[in-house]
């Protein structure tokens, strides 16, 4: 019934993403991030894996990528509570109920829905946290409990090979960091040292045939400390001809935070490592515009990219206004140790 779902869905999502707009760069921040929603969402977390024994980082994990996923998509209702799930009348219901707006466990159940009650009320009602967290829990369990059989799960819901990175990182995040409060930023390279930079983005540039700057320069001497900017995945490392020595790091919003033409990198640092923002990830350089080892083609400097991924596509947004904020963040945090 899944597959036939997918088929009849498939249609919908291409159309969709043909008349997508990229424009939701401010996406991230309606990810309910206050200190009493995010106690609200642990606890939510905490009593589902009490419940189902599947540990709290990956319900979390999947349900901060339905928040960051439903919030960068014109096509999807944003998420307003604290929990992000997102579902159709008909994958709740199941897709041949003829009641579409069935909350009976029973008959959802025999017609192959998701819905499941998850609070002990006797009804799977697609506006309950838990009800809504319990039918993700009880499909994955279908699967097993193991990570392999965890990510099997996810890629037949998803059916997108990237979904399941995503929310594997953000589970690794979650819980090496024990929190779900991880949107700190912070600027690429240390504040008070020599730097300039301006808003580029979008303009036109040379090398490499017809291409727009999809990102910010930050010029600075060579070898000056490039730092991770968010807690993130390392999900990118080694050389690319346009960016030479370049990096990759997922944030838990979907966000991917690119860093080039670096001199080398940090000692150890891993593709897969889970990072915190002033995590030391490399120097400024002037790697790039050639095949591996090409430097000092133009001069030393940090080309900084944003990417947002919505579940379906990623694209380039100017990261110019937040370096701002996250300089400027950085400036008050200096001034304030004193
Ligand atoms: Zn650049």
Known sequence: MRLLFFILTAGTVLFNSFFMLPSDMHAASSVPNDAYKLKTRMSLYQFVETATQLPWYLIAAIDQYEHSRRNARRDLPDSTGPVGIYMTREEWAGLLNPDK??????SIQFWGGMGTDGNGDGRASMTTNEDLLFSIAHYLMNYGHDEGNIRIGLWHYYRRDKAVGIIMGNARLFKKFKTLDLNKKVFPVPVRTHYTYRGTWGVARGWGGRRTHEGTDIFADYGLPVRSTCYGIVEMKGWNKYGGWRIGIRDINNTYHYFAHLSGFAKGLKTGQAVSPGTYIG?????????????????????????????????????YPLLRVWERNDLNARIKRK
Do not use: Q
């Open 101 to 106: 707006n069935d909350s009976n466990p029973a």
């Open 283 to 319: 120097g400024v350089g002037s790697t790039g515009y050639g095949p591996p080892g090409t430097s000092g083609k133009f001069p030393p400097h940090l080309h900084y990219g944003l990417y947002k991924d919505n579940g379906l596509t990623e694209w380039s947004f100017d990261p």
